[in-house]
């Protein structure tokens, strides 16, 4: 377990929908990352948020935004839903959101478009 | 941007047998390597990483890993592999220079046959 949780473990919506996906970090953990991990696009880092800033920002598209909340958790909010965007959607923690730190994963959110 | 390579997507390997997950990354320019292991159903754990200093790095349940600047290459070695290594494997590079972005390859399955 690495301390990360992340809600809903599985979802199913339809196209055109949105959804809002949670991730609480580590205790202490200042940073959180999400990723996208597809068949087709393999793992794709998405965008980092510090200490409720946004300190990076990778392939997000614009329809999905996320933010830091003060109490550390995030959210990353998808909308205007495709097909394309069914994938197993990681968070990650680190401490001090340095590239070089060790990030801890989630379990992940599957989302399923159809 | 950077891409990263991993050649093989599945290694079949035998137990007890050594393996070698090759990688390959585009850039030659200062970065940071990172491999991550994928049990099934699991998020991703850390198993080691290079950032500077000594080009051998040694991780988590025996594996190493070897920097070749001049190749652009950071393979995963394991001497002796067990059942339980069966897992998809990630590399990952990021650029510090650049932020804090990181990039993946598209995994390699290993799987180790008792």
């Known amino acids: 377990d690495s301390g990360v949780t992340q809600t809903p473990k599985h979802l199913i919506t339809a196209t055109g929908q949105r959804v809002t996906l949670r991730c609480s970090p580590r205790?202490?953990?200042?940073?959180v990352y999400w990723y996208q991990q597809s068949l087709d696009q393999g793992l794709q880092f998405l965008i980092q948020y510090y200490n409720g800033e946004e300190r990076a920002k990778g392939n997000i598209l614009e329809r999905f935004s996320a933010q830091q909340f003060p109490d550390l958790h995030s959210e990353l909010n998808l909308s205007s839903l495709e097909l394309g965007d069914s994938a197993l959607y990681f968070c990650?923690?680190?401490?001090?959101?340095?590239?070089?730190?060790?990030?801890?994963f989630g379990p992940g959110t599957r989302l399923l478009v159809l | 941007a950077q891409s990263v390579t991993q050649l093989d997507s599945q290694v079949p390997v035998f137990e007890e047998a050594p393996v070698e997950l090759r990688c390959n990354y585009s850039s030659s320019v200062s970065v940071y390597l990172f491999w991550y292991v994928q049990y099934p159903n699991q998020g991703l754990q850390l198993l080691l990483k290079?950032?500077?200093?000594?080009?051998l790095v040694k991780g988590i349940n025996g594996f190493e890993a070897e920097f070749n600047k001049s190749q652009t290459s950071f393979h995963l070695r394991k001497p002796s592999v067990h059942i339980s290594d069966t897992a998809e494997y990630f590399c990952?590079?990021?650029?510090?220079?650049?932020?804090?972005?990181?990039?993946f390859g598209t995994g390699t399955s290993l799987t180790v046959i008792p």
């Open positions: 205790s202490g953990d200042l940073s």
């Open positions: 290079y950032l500077s200093g000594s080009t």
């Open positions: 990952a590079v990021s650029e510090p220079r650049t932020g804090n972005q990181f990039y």
């Open positions: 990650a923690s680190s401490s001090s959101g340095l590239v070089q730190e060790t990030q801890y």
